[in-house]
């Protein structure tokens, strides 16, 4: 349910685990965000069967079990809005080639969480798990509204076309540079 002031909401961004509890939210976030954000593009059958593969409980388990993962999910008055993944697997941009990179694999907030509070805490989470990375990627397909979310945070889209792995879209893969590394 959407809340109609700043000072009524209580937002916090937590680490997933895969507790039954942890499952469930994820399992119900990951569903319903995935139909969000690809029932313009894509036809429902096309959307149910990278649900089916991708978020399934079994899927679910393994990944938030997995060393290569940080899932993170974001509550607003304890209602789970949105979640994000981060990992270390996939193919990193040029730009990022013998760096130490992560990945923001996954990054979705409830359309009914239109606050931009809680993009801002899940996204400073995700930040603040990636810290010590020479650099962060994410793909998005284009139509994404998390795009200009992200460029606003200082990624910068690249020149190189790259494809979803799950999906069959386009993408654009956008790069952080993490300077504070250098310190």
Do not use: G, S
């Given at each position: 349910m959407?809340?109609?002031s700043k000072t009524d909401m209580n937002i916090v961004t937590k680490f997933t685990i895969a507790s039954h509890e942890g499952i469930e939210t994820l399992s119900?976030?990951?569903r319903e965000l995935a139909r969000e954000k690809f029932s313009a593009l894509l036809e429902t059958p096309v959307i149910d069967t990278y649900i089916d593969q991708y978020f399934n409980r079994k899927t679910l388990v393994d990944e938030i079990n997995s060393m290569s993962n940080e899932w993170l999910t974001?509550?607003?008055n304890d209602h789970p809005a949105g979640y994000a993944?981060?990992?270390s697997k996939g193919k990193a941009p040029l730009l990022l080639e013998h760096k130490r990179v992560v990945r923001i694999a996954e990054f979705g907030i409830l359309k009914k969480y239109p606050?931009?509070?809680v993009r801002n805490a899940l996204f400073e989470k995700c930040l603040s798990v990636c810290k010590r990375r020479e650099g962060i990627w994410v793909n998005e397909y284009p139509e994404s509204p998390v795009i200009?979310?992200?460029e606003s945070k200082g990624f910068l889209k690249q020149p190189e076309s790259c494809?979803?792995?799950e999906l069959p879209l386009a993408s654009v893969c956008l790069v952080y540079i993490n300077d504070a590394t250098k310190k």
């Open positions: 959407p809340v109609n119900m976030l990951t974001v509550y607003v993944k981060i990992t606050e931009h509070e200009d979310f992200f494809q979803l792995e």
